[in-house]
């Protein structure tokens, strides 16, 4: 169909009988128009919609002129100020919801006929003939996208012919080292010394002594880890592991990433191991490209969706036999992910992340051969915010920034960055003594460690743990007690208690040494809040007592008065509940005035609270910030008028 054809083609106008029949049937919203024609030798259905608010108006041009075949539809929207060509189909176009009841009828007999006729190949005979022409467009549309997928997929598949075989060992390899994590012993009970055991990883009968229930230990025929099963109690087991496997492509490698499952029912020495690819990433030069077996669109098949990066595959046993020569000459030839994928069996790694980290962190290559491992496995997590290392050192010592004592140590824990981070907290904060067995220390402090390096700045750490579990009970265990004490120290220091008096560090009843501090401290603080606001006073006097004489006023009812002093606002902020009290240091230094609205028949009870600065008047509060009545707010603007602006006529004439 050719738009310009389709143009030239005559625009039908709505009849007389379509026109009447808007005017008496109120609930049509589109009256249709249907004729089949010859437009440039192809058979076209044109199809015009008139809308029923413009037809009862006597506007008969149509709103929207379809033309259809049986492989193609477009259409021309004559709603705007200019026609205009649109591909959607009619759903969309006039938003046929037919919640809200739009609808569309024929307007003559021959416009059915006509439709029935057209549409007679999709053989949905008992659909009135607008619905025949939707389902028709909903077909057109679907082939139309079928062949979009098939064109993509055809793409994609071109890619996959990049994918070779996998190696003869590679099942194998899964069961061996990829689920190394899934082996079992399981035994029959007895009373026996020795139980019958069977070995899922060597397949052999063993004798069993002291094994319990999921207890871990060793297979006395092959010597690996196993987990002990008693055959009665553990039905069905079920093991997930993943895989990543590597090969060349022409222009680099690609990572195929498999899921594993692997499942012992009463069979135990026939387990099932089921093996599914759910993702391939290309890298070429720098870039990686992932594809995802999933369902691709709205196709109906699943396929190697491109450009989605969903499946996670953080912990993947790499198979590494073929890593160094696929890795040569890529930019990741001295990655050193197969040193850090063998570090033990089946050893888990982010492939995606480690690849990924090393771009831009080229001395993880340095850390795995320094068998970093800890600190490679934190670095090459995609959560992992890397702000410890100095990016431009030239030896792992730079880059950590320590010296080769201190590296010697990092490397003897094998550190991971929560450690390296408490180490090196510990080595800027200048501490005499750090753990030997620097790991048992960060998993026992792990979610306290400011405490603890807190207490070591007074204490051993020897002391300090002693201590806690010495005054641990049911009621107050270890690190609560810990905490009780830390606060302890820190109140006695502010209250400059000796603290290297072994009597005050360690005191022999804690929680009342606490409370009495906690006391003796609070009565320390109100006694300097006492005498800040004394000295304030003082300054406060000779304002006070100038201000009396030119802000008092009343009108006979109620009255303002000048406060006597600072403590008489605070009591006034107390009464009131509201925050005057904190305005004493700005009435002391004349920032502010405060003044007091009371009733002349008790002068001495606090009823409103009025904040003056520069002749103006802030605030006026009342009890808890309550705004002022109608006869409060008569006096306070009687007061501005007879008092304040006189004031300011005042000032204004002696500057
Ligand atoms: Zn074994
Ligand atoms: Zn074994």
């Keep these: 169909m050719d738009k310009k054809d389709l143009k030239r083609y005559p625009i039908k106008i709505a009849d007389k009988s379509t026109v009447s029949q808007a005017c008496r049937i109120e609930k049509i919203d589109y009256y249709l128009h249907a004729r089949t024609a010859l437009i440039a030798h192809h058979r076209i259905l044109v199809v015009s919609l008139y809308k029923r608010e413009k037809l009862i108006k006597e506007e008969k041009h149509p709103a929207y002129r379809i ?17 205009v060509w649109r591909t959607g189909c009619i759903e969309n176009l006039i938003e046929i919801k037919w919640y809200h009841g739009i609808s569309i009828v024929c307007c003559d007999d021959r416009s059915a006929e006509v439709i029935n006729r057209f549409f007679a190949y999709l053989q ?21 996208l079928k062949k979009r997928y098939k064109a993509e ?78 055959e009665g109690r553990a039905k069905y087991i079920l093991d997930h592991g993943q895989a990543a496997y590597f090969q060349k492509t022409d222009q680099g490698f690609v990572v195929r990433f498999f899921s594993i499952r692997k499942e012992y029912g009463r069979q135990y020495r026939e387990p099932k191991t089921s093996v599914t690819e759910l993702k391939r990433i290309f890298y070429e030069g720098d870039k990686a490209l992932p594809y995802e077996w999933r369902s691709y669109k709205q196709s109906g098949k699943v396929y190697w969706y491109d450009g989605l990066d969903g499946y996670a595959f953080y912990y993947t046993a790499c198979y590494t036999k073929n890593l160094e020569k696929i890795l040569n000459g890529t930019p990741y030839q001295y990655c050193a992910i197969k040193q850090f994928s063998e570090r033990y069996e089946g050893a888990k790694v982010n492939v995606p992340g480690y690849l990924w980290r090393y771009l831009s962190k080229p001395f993880i290559e340095y850390m795995v051969k320094g068998k970093l491992y800890h600190l490679v496995e934190d670095l090459t997590q995609s959560w992992y915010y890397s702000g410890v290392y100095n990016q431009n050192g030239k030896s792992l010592m730079e880059i950590l ?55 070591m700045q007074y204490t051993t750490l020897h002391k300090a743990e002693r201590y806690c579990n010495e005054k641990a009970t049911q009621q107050h265990p270890f690190f609560a007690v810990m905490r009780l004490w830390l606060d302890y120290l820190q109140f006695a220091a502010e209250l ?56 008092s006023w009343t009108d006979g009812k109620l009255s303002i008065v000048v406060p006597k002093d600072l403590f008489s606002i605070r009591e006034e902020g107390h009464c009131l509940h509201h925050c005057v009290a904190g305005y004493t240091q700005d009435v002391a230094d004349g920032k502010t005035i405060i003044l007091f609205v009371r009733r002349n028949s008790n002068l001495e009870k606090p009823f409103y609270t009025m904040e003056v600065k520069n002749g103006k008047i802030m605030q006026c509060q009342g009890f808890g910030h309550c705004e002022e009545t109608e006869e409060v707010k008569r006096f306070v603007n009687a007061y501005k008028k007879k008092v304040l602006n006189k004031l300011k006529l005042m000032d204004l004439a002696a500057s």
């Design 67 to 83: 033309f259809m075949t049986n492989k193609e539809y477009i259409t021309q929207d004559f709603c705007g100020e200019k026609p």
């Design 124 to 144: 949905k005979e008992p659909l009135p003939p607008v619905n025949k022409l939707m389902e028709a467009q909903k077909r057109i549309m679907d082939t139309r």
């Design 153 to 230: 997929m055809k793409v994609i598949s071109k890619k996959m012919r990049e994918i070779k075989k996998l190696p003869k060992d590679f099942m194998e390899w899964i069961d061996e080292t990829a689920m190394a994590h899934s082996r079992y012993i399981y035994y029959k009970y007895s009373r026996k010394k020795f139980m019958d055991g069977y070995c899922t990883h060597c397949h052999s009968e063993v004798k069993v002594g002291g094994a319990k229930h999921r207890k871990i230990g060793f297979c006395p025929n092959c010597g690996c880890k196993v987990m002990f099963l008693a």
């Design 401 to 455: 920034g320590v010296t080769k004592e201190q590296f010697r140590f990092i490397q003897r824990n094998d550190m991971n960055s929560f450690e390296l981070n408490t180490y090196k907290k510990m080595l800027s904060g200048k501490y005499r003594e750090i753990p030997e067995d620097f790991r048992a220390f960060c998993e026992k402090y792990k979610h306290n460690v400011d405490m603890i390096l807190t207490l």
């Design 496 to 551: 400059q208690y000796d603290i290297k008096n072994s009597f005050v560090l360690f005191p022999k009843h804690l929680i009342k040494a606490h409370d009495n501090a906690a006391e003796e401290l609070q009565k320390l603080r109100e006694k300097e809040s006492r005498k800040k606001m004394k000295l304030q006073n003082e300054r406060a006097k000779s304002l006070l007592e100038q201000y009396r004489k030119v802000y």
